[in-house]
């Protein structure tokens, strides 16, 4: 404590020092502040007094100025006469009409005192004048659409009737925007290609070639601008009075706020009955639809694509569509009041769907004329061998899948591609591209099913003929398209859809790209965008099922075709002609059998060109980097001779040893005739259908083929009364068909059963006592010797 | 006893291609069947199908020629025409006589004994009536079936005639000959005809094309050019409507045609995969199509949509309330195949309706096995309720 008390002894001298010297200073501030206060009061005394001695004048100045504002006014109305008349000469009628405007009501307030009611009926003399020059101004043939509008302001502030005023509105823009189109439409092949550069446009065009933007421009600024700006202006005067407009309508404010006509245009409404509105609105809507129509439908012409789609720069139309798309958006007022946006919006999406439709369409078109071509000059041609026919078949199919490989993955994916990476507004947005590329996705799925829609139409039989029927193209047509649609199903279009998704989908967003795989007919793996995988399937699943059916009506037709030549043989009375002179029993085969197995032997040439054997199936199976056509006509033609000698060997002594096998008979149909055997073996035997699924490949065809050519042979035998020779002869030609026919077919089973049948159909329609021939006999008829 | 989805079978022991319904009885389901062999005497079985007992009883007649086609008489149950191939060594001849079957009140008796043999062994014999013979190539005789017992048609390779019989029926003359052998040659010959029932007209098939003639002025009323791709070789006009026609062919392929415009078919059905051979629509429902094939398989389909019953089931569409639930429980019949039948082993060549109960068919394959079915029961009341 002590140590504390020392160390700060000085502080506690000063502390004391301070308060003595405030103590001193407190006593002197007291009187100070009574003073102050007596001060004040005295002051605010002397003020009180002034004020009461100048209130009086002050009332007296507010009074007269007063007066000489309502002076002012009068004099103003009085004067009013003349300075309409003023204006009158002068034609301002503007002018004339808003101190009209402005005085009306205030005249009319007034018009029980004679001198306001002389000047009124003097001044409503005169505007009648001025509404008249009016009129005249609007309906002469030279003014435009803003001066018709300035007119209808000036008419509506002068109270003319509305309804009427509307129709002559209507009527009198209706002729002038017609007359702008028309005239707009003549002079646009006209402008100078330098326009746009006067324009205001901040599109730097160069190339004058782009005419189409040009027009377009010239016809947005001419046209449209005014177009708006009318629908703008009757919407307001006539359709929609908002409120404040009638708020500002009072004469004196809204006139002195906008000393502008084009601002006037704002404040300026009617008011008609609602009825009377809906009949106005109803020929209004009538005139700017139709208007609006013709208007899109030169756009339209603009948009048009040209002939040869390959020509096509999508870059001058998405431009187009762009300012469309602009025009549009200037386009407020059109927009309410008939959805010109949306409209604008329409002509988009068709393009974009027509932009499709014609790549993808003329696609279509080609191809079909390419086959057309082909079944023409099938007929026609004359081929010196038919080692060349069958080259030029080959290549036939293998030129026409390049070809349209290519065009879709390099022409079209081109054009659409440039569709997309054109840097425009219109594409922008991500889903603009996206609902692009969808509507695309979706034509080209369309087109996949037209080609092989017309595919199937072409080869599909008509029933009943046209009454000028057309020939029908060579069944090798329909051996070609199938083999084709097959291609189109195992590679192509996994193929193009690849190249298609790699292209388009994904330079966007990666996370879109699930990358599906889709595996090809070889084994090869794809991998496609999510969006495009379901198409894919779907189309590579149709393309197969169709190839199927159209082989299956390849089958039918040749089948039919070979069927016909039996038609014939074997009634007595062809046998009549050739039983006078000849032994009693057959001593050659058939002729019209050798015709058919030659035929055979064509189409089986046919189908070995196109599907191959199994061996280069296995080929393909390996190598399938590229189209397989192109492996597989070329390994075709190398290995063509050799596989067709190959069957033959393996039929021969595949036939020697069965015959060793069954020493007694090669032919073992004709031995037994007893009916319930037949019936037996009938009961084992698979019911065999015979136009029915045909495989595909080789095997398949030839199978399918002769079911149809032995059915037929069955049914035909049936139909007919044997004699013993026919019997006889017979035998022998299924014996020969037997030798012939084995080497197309993997099972013999059917073969064996149908033979079968025939001989007991055969045996059964024989008038005579059957008297089977030996079967060394029928051996060496039939082997030809 | 509940036989439904049951068929009676009836073997002939005799190949066979042609069968018919009896037309005119109306009591019982009787149909005509003449087998065809070359190798022993031939026989006219009269097949009458007892629906309560499901079972097949049945006469036969000696018929010594081979049968290729048969049409029985649509006013009296006795008669019937048989079209037939004679052959010598050298060539055959097809021919036509009209028969009467005499015997049946030995039928009656049969049944009112009780205990008759489930197959008659006596061979009866049959009355002659008459016999044409005229071009030697008779294919198919048609009766008017307006039941008009003074005209008939027969069909030749080449020709058709028009016979009047006279007033005992006891004899017939051509009174009209129609010519189709002026065109070519090489072309094959009439394939079937049938007589329309609702005008004297007769179509008749040949080649690929479908033709109609009028009896009265033997003009061409119609022509179907083409309308098969191979040979047609069954008709049937529809019984309950005008001016529709059905046709099948060698392409496997049945058309309905509106003859007022046949550019282009009504509908078609390709269920079969071999030549169609016969077709019949149902005399009371004609929504209800037999086609029969040399696939071995009968086929029932229903094609309500072409018939005269489509316009009735529009009109339910439109009722609502309970009447329409309970068909919606029910379904309306709908186009396409009932079913199809494949009790045959061997060729289909001839399917018919019964002349009395609307839901029973009869068809016939060519192994003499005559198979009589009816319609399945969901179908049946699919259409009459």
């Given at each position: 404590?002590k140590?504390?008390v020392?160390e700060?002894?000085?502080k ?10 405030m103590k ?28 009461d001695?100048?209130?009086p ?6 009074q007269?100025t007063g ?5 002012k ?7 009013l ?21 402005k ?7 007034y ?11 003097e ?12 009129r ?10 803003s ?16 309804q009427q ?10 002729t ?6 028309v ?12 326009y746009l550069?006067?324009s205001s446009?901040?599109y ?6 782009e ?23 009757f919407?307001?005067?006539?359709l929609?009075?908002?409120k ?31 009825e ?8 209004f809507l ?12 030169i ?10 789609i390959?020509?096509?720069?999508p ?8 300012k469309?798309?602009?025009?549009a ?25 027509g ?28 081929f010196?061998?038919s080692q ?7 290549t ?27 840097e ?17 996705q979706a ?23 046209p ?6 193209p ?27 998704s790699?292209r388009l989908?994904?330079?966007r967003?990666?996370r879109?790209?699930?990358?599906i ?5 070889y084994?090869?793996r ?12 779907e ?13 299956e ?18 009634t007595?009375?062809?046998s009549?002609?050739n ?16 015709v ?7 189409i ?30 070329s390994t ?15 039929s ?5 040893s069965?015959n ?9 149909f ?10 037996i073996?009938k ?5 065999i ?14 199978m ?11 049914e035909?035998?049936?139909?007919q ?37 025939l001989?007991s ?14 079967n ?7 082997g030809?010797? | ?8 079978v ?9 069968l018919t ?10 149909f ?5 062999t070359?190798?022993r005497d ?8 007892n ?9 036969i007649y000696q ?5 290729w086609?048969i049409a029985?008489?649509?006013a ?16 055959s ?21 009780g205990?008759r043999?489930p ?9 002659c ?9 008779i ?11 003074t005209k008939?048609v ?6 058709l ?10 004899s017939?003359?051509?009174s009209?000959?129609?010519?189709f ?7 094959p010959p ?10 004297p ?26 309308a ?34 046949t ?9 079969h995969?071999?030549?169609v051979?016969?077709?019949a ?5 004609d ?33 609502d309330?309970?009447e ?13 195949l ?8 061997d ?15 009869c ?8 198979v009589i079915?009816?319609?399945?029961k ?8």
């Amino acid at each position: 404590m002590k140590t504390l008390v020392y160390e700060n002894y000085n502080k506690f001298i000063s502390a004391t020092d301070t308060i003595r010297k405030m103590k001193s200073n407190v006593e002197s501030m007291e009187s100070e502040m009574d003073q102050l206060s007596k001060s004040i009061s005295n002051i605010s005394n002397v003020t009180s007094l002034v004020n009461d001695a100048l209130g009086p004048k002050r009332e007296k100045i507010r009074q007269l100025t007063g007066v000489h504002d309502l002076l002012k006014k009068i004099q103003f109305i009085f004067e009013l006469p003349t300075r309409l008349k003023l204006c009158l000469d002068q034609e301002s009628y503007a002018q004339a009409v808003r101190y009209y405007a402005k005085t009306s009501r205030l005249l009319e307030h007034y018009r029980s005192l004679s001198v306001f009611s002389s000047i009124e009926s003097e001044c409503k003399e005169i505007i009648d004048k001025v509404s008249k020059k009016i009129r005249e101004n609007m309906t002469s043939e030279n003014a435009t659409g803003s001066e018709i509008t300035d007119c209808i302001v000036l008419l509506i502030s002068l109270k003319e009737p509305p309804q009427q005023l509307a129709k002559e509105y209507l009527d009198l823009q209706e002729t002038v925007l017609s007359k702008l189109l028309v005239a707009t439409i003549d002079e646009m092949p006209k402008i100078p290609a330098d326009y746009l550069l006067k324009s205001s446009e901040d599109y730097q065009l160069t190339t004058s070639d782009e005419r189409a933007i040009i027009e377009l421009t010239y016809l947005n600024e001419k046209f449209l601008k005014e177009l708006n700006k009318f629908v703008e202006s009757f919407n307001g005067f006539f359709l929609q009075p908002p409120k404040e407009c009638r708020d500002t309508k009072s004469p004196g404010k809204s006139p002195a706020k906008s000393p502008k006509n084009n601002d006037l245009i704002r404040y300026v409404s009617t008011t008609l009955d609602v009825e009377v509105k809906e009949l106005v609105r109803k020929e209004f809507l009538e005139f700017i639809g139709a208007i609006t129509s013709e208007y899109l439908t030169i756009v339209d012409g603009l948009l048009e694509f040209p002939n040869n789609i390959l020509d096509f720069k999508p870059e001058t139309h998405i431009k187009l569509l762009n300012k469309l798309n602009f025009a549009a958006l200037s386009c407020a007022s059109l927009s309410s009041v008939i959805k010109f946006d949306e409209r604008i919006k329409e002509v988009i999406s068709t393009w974009e769907t027509g932009i499709g439709k014609r790549l993808f369409g003329n696609a279509e078109k080609e191809l079909i004329e390419k086959f057309v071509e082909f079944s023409e000059k099938q007929k026609t041609k004359v081929f010196s061998s038919s080692q060349q026919r069958f080259k030029y078949v080959q290549t036939f199919v293998l030129d026409t899948e390049t070809w349209l490989t290519t065009y879709l993955t390099k022409d079209c994916l081109r054009i659409i591609k440039e569709c997309v990476k054109t840097e425009v507004p219109m594409f922008e947005n991500k889903d603009d591209v996206e609902k692009f590329l969808k509507k695309i996705q979706a034509e080209f799925r369309e087109f996949w099913y037209s080609i092989i829609n017309s595919m199937m139409k072409y080869v599909s039989p008509i029933n009943p003929y046209p009454i000028n029927p057309q020939d029908p193209p060579p069944p090798i047509t329909s051996l070609i398209m199938s083999r084709m649609l097959l291609d189109f199903g195992e590679i192509i279009v996994t193929q193009v859809y690849t190249s298609f998704s790699d292209r388009l989908y994904t330079s966007r967003d990666n996370r879109n790209r699930f990358a599906i795989d889709v595996y090809g007919g070889y084994g090869e793996r794809h991998s496609i965008s999510k969006e495009l995988a379901q198409d894919v399937r779907e189309i590579v699943g149709v393309c197969k099922d169709i190839a199927q059916r159209i082989l299956e009506r390849y089958v039918e037709i040749v089948g039919n075709r070979i069927s016909m030549n039996i038609r014939g043989i074997y009634t007595m009375k062809s046998s009549i002609t050739n039983l006078t002179d000849v032994p009693s029993r057959p001593t050659s085969v058939s002729k019209i059998w050798n015709v058919i197995i030659t035929e055979l032997t064509l189409i089986e040439k046919e189908v070995v060109m196109l599907y191959g054997t199994e061996e280069e199936n296995n080929l393909d199976d390996q190598d399938s980097n590229s189209l397989p056509s192109t492996d597989q006509n070329s390994t075709a033609n190398q290995d063509n001779s050799n596989t067709i000698r190959a069957p033959y060997a393996h039929s021969n002594s595949s036939y020697s040893s069965i015959n060793s096998n069954r020493p007694k008979s090669s032919n073992p149909f004709f031995a037994s005739f007893t009916h319930l055997t037949s019936h037996i073996d009938k009961l084992f035997s698979d019911r065999i259908e015979i136009f029915g699924i045909v495989e595909i490949g080789k095997p398949g065809i030839m199978m399918g083929v002769i079911k149809i050519l032995l059915k037929a042979w069955i049914e035909t035998v049936r139909m007919q009364t044997l004699t013993n020779k026919i019997f006889q002869q017979i035998q022998v030609d299924s014996e020969f068909v037997r030798l012939k026919l084995w080497k197309y077919i993997e099972d013999e089973r059917i073969l064996n059963t149908m033979l079968q049948e025939l001989a007991s159909s055969a045996f059964r329609r024989c008038a005579e006592d059957p008297l089977p021939l030996e079967n060394t006999i029928i051996e060496q008829i039939a082997g030809g010797l | 006893m509940d036989n439904e989805g049951r068929s009676c079978v009836y073997g002939l022991r005799h190949q066979a291609r042609c069968l018919t319904a009896v037309i005119a009885e109306t009591e019982q389901n009787k149909f005509l069947v003449g087998s065809q062999t070359l190798k022993r005497d031939n026989e006219i079985h009269l097949i009458n199908f007892n629906e309560d007992e499901f079972e097949i009883t049945s006469t036969i007649y000696q018929h010594l020629e081979e049968v290729w086609d048969i049409a029985a008489c649509p006013a009296k149950s006795d008669l019937f025409f048989t079209c037939y191939k004679t052959f010598d060594s050298i060539s055959s001849r097809t021919k036509a006589k009209l028969w009467r079957m005499n015997n049946s009140d030995v039928i009656s008796e049969d049944f009112e004994k009780g205990s008759r043999p489930p197959r008659s062994t006596s061979h009866l014999p049959l009355e002659c009536i008459f016999e044409i013979k005229e071009d030697d190539t008779i294919k198919k005789v048609l009766w008017d079936p307006k039941k008009d017992l003074t005209k008939f048609v027969s069909i030749h390779d080449s020709s058709l005639r028009i016979w009047e019989f006279d007033e005992q029926m006891t004899s017939a003359k051509t009174s009209h000959t129609v010519d189709f052998s002026s065109m070519n040659e090489s072309l094959p010959p009439l394939t079937t005809g049938v007589w329309n029932p609702h005008q004297p007209e007769v179509a008749i098939g040949k080649e690929c094309y479908v033709q109609g003639l009028d009896l009265r002025s033997q003009s061409q009323t119609f022509n179907i050019n083409g309308a098969h791709s191979v040979l047609v070789h069954a008709l049937d006009y529809n019984p309950n409507k005008p001016y529709q026609i059905a046709s099948a062919g060698d392409d496997c392929k049945i058309r309905f045609w509106d003859l007022r415009n046949t550019t282009n078919c009504l509908k078609q059905i390709s269920d079969h995969t071999h030549w169609v051979w016969a077709i019949a629509y149902n005399r009371f429902h004609d929504q209800l199509f037999l086609s029969s094939s040399s696939d071995c398989q009968v086929n029932l389909q229903s094609i309500v949509s072409i018939s005269s019953g489509a316009f009735q089931y529009d009109e339910r569409e439109n009722d609502d309330g309970s009447e329409y639930e309970y068909h919606d429980q029910l379904g309306k019949p709908t186009d396409g195949l009932v079913r199809a039948y494949d009790q045959h082993e061997d060729s289909v060549y001839a399917v018919a309706w019964s002349a009395c109960d609307p839901w029973v068919f009869c068809s016939l394959s060519y192994d003499g096995r005559a198979v009589i079915n009816r319609v399945p029961k969901e179908e049946k009341y699919k259409i009459i309720l």
